[in-house]
């Protein structure tokens, strides 16, 4: 089974700095996703970006980035220019590479939640 | 579309009474998911439907829960004799699929939140 670690229960950040969350993995499968999602205070959850294990380039979607590590089973979140709208709880979630009609259901870690002070 | 939307928001029940949940998933898409998230923990994986036919359930689903989505469109989760344990939010998500290949990404609803006393 896989797990997804997050160990980083709490963090807070400035208005216009940058913070990394942190997490780790644990699964014997060699072709998979990751994925960090956001879930803003009483809104709904939405994806933030997404990793292919494959892939060895790192993913970035304008201020978010990632730093995947497949061999040491990593994969940090990087918010640059922090903004205020980003305050939100953050999760980690791993995902198995799809057989032709797999499941494709989400791990999820436990979640850090962001603060971003003005 | 407005999106993955759930109703009821919020549920108060009495331990012992039934409740029943309703997903409406984006209108195209064929997969739904059920996630439970409870107090300081991630979603956790319920089950999943390929338009109407239900094809995982997860262990967390006893024999209490069940799950419909006739027709394929919208689902219904329904608990039966709720205990305490039982209060959590209850996420759907919706996505196309199967992709064979990189999946496709999963649209979540707001959820319910469920709390019995």
């Known amino acids: 089974a896989q797990t997804v670690t997050q160990s980083q229960p709490e963090m807070s950040v400035q208005e216009a700095e940058t913070v990394t969350l942190s997490c780790t993995y644990d699964t014997s499968e060699n072709n998979y996703y990751l994925f960090w999602y956001k879930q803003p205070p009483s809104r709904q959850m939405i994806l933030v970006i997404r990793?292919?294990?494959?892939?060895?380039q790192n993913a970035t979607e304008n201020r978010f980035s990632v730093n995947f590590q497949k061999a040491a089973k990593s994969f940090s979140l990087k918010i640059s220019d922090s903004q205020l709208g980003d305050t939100a709880m953050y999760f980690c979630?791993?995902?198995?590479?799809?057989?032709?009609?797999?499941?494709?259901?989400?791990?999820f870690g436990k979640g850090t939640k962001l603060t971003v002070n003005p | 579309d407005t999106g993955v939307s759930q109703n009821p928001r919020h549920k108060i029940t009495k331990r012992g009474q039934n409740v029943t949940f309703r997903c409406d998933p984006i209108s195209e898409h064929n997969r739904l998911y059920w996630y439970r998230q409870t107090l300081g923990q991630g979603p956790e994986f319920l089950t999943y439907f390929q338009n109407e036919a239900q094809l995982e359930k997860s262990r967390l689903l006893s024999d209490r829960f069940s799950a419909e989505r006739p027709k394929g469109s919208f689902s219904t989760l329904e608990i039966q004799r709720t205990e305490q344990g039982d209060s959590a939010m209850y996420l759907c998500?919706?996505?196309?699929?199967?992709?064979?290949?990189?999946?496709?990404?999963?649209?979540f609803g707001p959820g319910t939140r469920l709390t019995v006393t």
């Open positions: 998500a919706s996505s196309l699929g199967p992709s064979g290949g990189t999946p496709y990404e999963q649209y």
């Open positions: 990793q292919e294990a494959y892939k060895q």
């Open positions: 979630a791993f995902m198995k590479s799809g057989t032709q009609g797999g499941s494709e259901k989400l791990v």
